[in-house]
C-alpha cells in the first residue's frame, strides 16, 4: 500500500479525531440547532459523495452493458441498502436525542450505544473510501488520484463535526474530557480499518467493482435517510438542516469536479 493510499485511508479519521478535539475547548454541550446544521451538513456531503463518487462512476465502469449500464448500479446499491438494514438490526445502538435504542435489547450503557450509533454510521464511508482507492490501485478504472482525494476529503469535512457531537454529550453527561474525547476518535477508528480491508477484499473481485462502488454509495443513503435526515429535521425552525445539507452537498459536488 503506497503512501498516498495511505494518507488517503486516514485523511477520514484525522476529520473524525479533530472534530473530538472540540472537547477540549468547548465549555458548553452543542446547542440543538447547531446539532442540526452538522447533521444536515454531513447528509449533504454523504448524498453528494454517493452520487458522484460512486454511482456515476459505477455505471460509467459499466458501460459496457450498452443502455443496461444501470443495473449494477441499482443491484449494488439494493445489497448496501439491506447490508445496512442487517447491521442496524443485530447491533444495539441509540440515535442522538433518542430515547429509545435499536436494535437488540442489550444492557449497555446510554453512552456506549451512541458511540456504537456512529461506528455503525461510520461503516460505510470507511467501505466507501477503501473501494474507490482499490479501483485508483488497480489502475483498470476510470477512478483518478484525485477522485480518490475527493471523497477522502469530503468523508474527513463531514466526520468532524461528527466527532464534536459525539465527544461533547459524553462529556456533559460525566465523562472525563480525555474520555469522551477517546470515546469520540476510537467511534472513527472502524472507517481506516474497514477501508483497508475493503481495498484487500476488493482486489480478488475486481470484475465486481461497479456493483462494490454502488454498494458503498446503497450503505450511506441509508444511513443519511435512516439517521441524519430524521435528525436534521426534528423540532422546530429546522430550516438550518436543509441550508446546510445544500451547503455539504454543493461542497462535496465541487471537491469531486475540481480533483476529480
Request: aromatic share 8%.
Amino acid at each position: 500500500m503506497n503512501t498516498d493510499v495511505l494518507l488517503g485511508l486516514l485523511i477520514p479519521f484525522a476529520g473524525t479525531a479533530l472534530g473530538s478535539g472540540c472537547v477540549f475547548f468547548m465549555k458548553k454541550e452543542l446547542d440543538i440547532t447547531v446539532q442540526r446544521a452538522l447533521t444536515g451538513f454531513a447528509a449533504g456531503v454523504m448524498v453528494a459523495a454517493s452520487i458522484w463518487s460512486l454511482i456515476i462512476p459505477s455505471m460509467e465502469m459499466a458501460e459496457g452493458f450498452g443502455k443496461f449500464s444501470f443495473i449494477p448500479a441499482c443491484v449494488g446499491f439494493w445489497i448496501g441498502i439491506l447490508f445496512l438494514l442487517l447491521l442496524d438490526t443485530v447491533i444495539p445502538h441509540l440515535h442522538m436525542n433518542a430515547e429509545e435504542a435499536e436494535g437488540p435489547k442489550a444492557d449497555f450503557k446510554k453512552t456506549t450505544m451512541m458511540v456504537l450509533a456512529v461506528t455503525l454510521h461510520n461503516i460505510p464511508e470507511g467501505m466507501a473510501v477503501g473501494v474507490v482507492y482499490a479501483g485508483f490501485i488497480s489502475g483498470d478504472t476510470m477512478i483518478t488520484a484525485g477522485g480518490a482525494l475527493a471523497l477522502a476529503l469530503g468523508i474527513a469535512i463531514q466526520n468532524f463535526p461528527e466527532g464534536a457531537i459525539i465527544s461533547m454529550p459524553l462529556c456533559a453527561e460525566g465523562k472525563s474530557k480525555g474520555r469522551a474525547f477517546l470515546d469520540g476518535v476510537l467511534s472513527g477508528a472502524v472507517e481506516p480499518i474497514g477501508a483497508a480491508l475493503t481495498i484487500l477484499a476488493t482486489g480478488f473481485f475486481l470484475p465486481a467493482m461497479p456493483y462494490l462502488l454502488s454498494f458503498a454509495a446503497g450503505a450511506m443513503i441509508y444511513v443519511v435517510v435512516e439517521e441524519l435526515i430524521p435528525e436534521m429535521s426534528s423540532g422546530e425552525h429546522s430550516n438550518i438542516g436543509v441550508i446546510m445539507f445544500a451547503l455539504g452537498f454543493t461542497l462535496m459536488m465541487a471537491l469531486d469536479v475540481a480533483l476529480g
